[in-house]
């Protein structure tokens, strides 16, 4: 699982409210991601982050925001929580060289009512 | 920007009878592929993947993938399935070009395999 753990795994909350999900490291990998995964979307790219301090938007920014301020923490704040982001959020990290790969965390699963 | 579409959504299946999950994907620039599987209620398990070398790679589980640059398609095949292979799998690919935007992954929609007795 190549040590990501996400907080909180379940969370409900109310339109317009902000929340802010966690994604923590223990290997010190310089890259990590957000997706969210709907039902006939697959997984869909957030935000990336490729060092401390450096971020990148993804296929669906619009609404998130996201922070790094150590190598081991990543975190996803949606400022006024709305219906539609609804979903199961996935942290990522990947593995340089040979062994390029993204490794995900357990997951999310964010209402908003 | 890359694409990736997996031609079946559902793929029903008896129990050791040969399966494959189809993927084709679109890109103006070098990829990587993979192929991940999500059982449920569960995050995303790396199969297998296609960085370089041979154009077969074999992974976990019995799985197998080709990779098939002139067709663009990456299809996953095992020969014969179990129960427990009933999951949701999901084809990914990522540029491979280099720079700092690279190894963003873009999925497929996903194939919901199911296995029955």
């Known amino acids: 699982d190549a040590g990501i753990t996400q907080s909180p795994r379940h969370k409900v909350t109310e339109t317009g409210t902000p929340v802010t999900l966690r994604c923590h490291q223990t290997e010190n990998h310089r890259y990590m991601y957000w997706y969210r995964q709907d039902p006939g979307h697959g997984l869909r790219l957030i935000h990336y982050s490729y060092g401390v301090k450096d971020t990148d938007k993804g296929e669906v920014s619009d609404g998130y925001s996201v922070s790094r301020s150590k190598t081991e923490d990543f975190l996803l704040t949606l400022e006024s929580a709305t219906s539609s982001q609804t979903s199961v959020y996935f942290c990522a990290i990947r593995t340089s060289g040979k062994r390029d790969t993204q490794y995900f965390g357990p997951g999310t699963r964010l209402t908003v009512l | 920007a890359q694409s990736v579409t997996q031609l079946d959504s559902q793929v029903p299946v008896f129990e050791e009878a040969p399966v494959e999950l189809r993927c084709n994907y679109s890109s103006s620039v070098s990829v990587y592929l993979f192929w991940y599987v999500q059982y449920p209620n569960q995050g995303l398990q790396l199969l297998l993947k296609?960085?370089?070398?041979?154009?077969l790679v074999k992974g976990i589980n019995g799985f197998e993938a080709e990779f098939n640059k002139s067709q663009t398609s990456f299809h996953l095949r095992k020969p014969s399935v179990h129960i427990s292979d009933t999951a949701e799998y999901f084809c990914?690919?990522?540029?491979?070009?280099?720079?700092?935007?690279?190894?963003?992954?873009?999925f497929g929609q996903g194939t919901i395999l199911t296995v029955h007795p």
């Open positions: 296609y960085l370089s070398g041979s154009t």
């Open positions: 990914a690919v990522s540029d491979s070009s280099g720079g700092t935007s690279y190894g963003k992954l873009t």
